[in-house]
């Protein structure tokens, strides 16, 4: 999700930094001076000021944050009552405190230019329960709604817009469990809709919610799920 939205950005002459652990991805959008890629740990503050540092030397400005970090550990994420603590922290280090790094970081470049806007990715689980819990997960992405709105509350004044999107289930490799046409259509047919999400779809929601678009939405959170939460 988190490629698709720059490729969104830079298809439309935007200039992106990204972030992630994986290597540097073959089909990213734009022109190479438009894009900043760095391989990296969101979870690490040090390296995320001097990267955030390194794009502003670089663009000039930063006017938008999409904070889509996460991780889904099927075989180390269960039951609180019997998961691994230090699991636990690990999760929340990435689900959410890498969030409050990104902003930490972000925030005064928008203050300087006069505002921006933020998105940032929880999931429709933390707002259900799950008989197959991820507890270390959902109750990460649930803190992400609340940091969504305390930041929208803190900086409406800085004209500095804050949002949360609550993907449903979205095919992406955060879900490799998912590795057949007939996991795919059968995980599907639970969805309203009748089928999974795409990345593109959510990452069309958040770029509507950074865009000028939304510009008298803040503090809000989305949920795109193809109708999952009505069942």
């Given amino acids: 999700m988190g ?11 935007g200039s992106v ?17 438009k894009r900043l890629y760095v391989q990296g740990d969101v979870t690490d503050h040090v390296f995320v000021d001097a990267t955030i540092e390194e794009g502003v030397r670089r663009f000039g400005r930063i006017d938008y944050l999409a904070n889509v970090a996460g991780v889904l550990w099927f075989d180390r994420d ?3 009552l019997n998961m691994d603590m230090d699991i636990w922290d690990r999760v929340f280090d990435i ?17 300087k230019t006069g505002g921006g806007a933020m998105v940032h990715f929880s999931t429709t689980q933390c ?12 109750t990460a992405k649930a803190g992400v709604g609340a940091l969504s709105k305390s930041l929208a509350m803190q900086l409406a004044a800085d004209n500095i817009r804050s949002n949360a999107i609550y993907p449903g289930l979205t095919l992406t490799p955060l879900q490799d469990r998912w590795d057949t046409n007939e996991k795919i259509d059968d995980v599907g047919r639970s969805v309203p809709l009748g089928r999974i999400g795409t990345p593109q779809e959510l990452a069309s929601a958040a770029v509507f919610l950074l865009s000028d678009g ?3 939405i803040t503090g809000i959170d989305l949920v795109v799920d193809g109708g999952l939460l009505l069942k």
Wanted: aromatic content about 4%.
């Fill in 127 to 138: 707002l259900r329960g799950d008989p197959k819990p991820q507890d270390a997960y959902s």
């Fill in 95 to 111: 689900n959410l405190k890498s969030m409050v790094h990104m902003a930490r970081s972000t925030v005064p470049h928008m203050r």
């Fill in 78 to 80: 269960a039951s609180l």
């Fill in 214 to 216: 939304a510009s008298y």
């Fill in 3 to 13: 490629q698709q939205i720059a490729n969104m950005i830079l298809n439309a002459g």
């Fill in 17 to 33: 930094i990204m972030i992630d652990l994986k290597p540097k991805p073959d089909d990213l959008g734009g022109t190479a001076d």
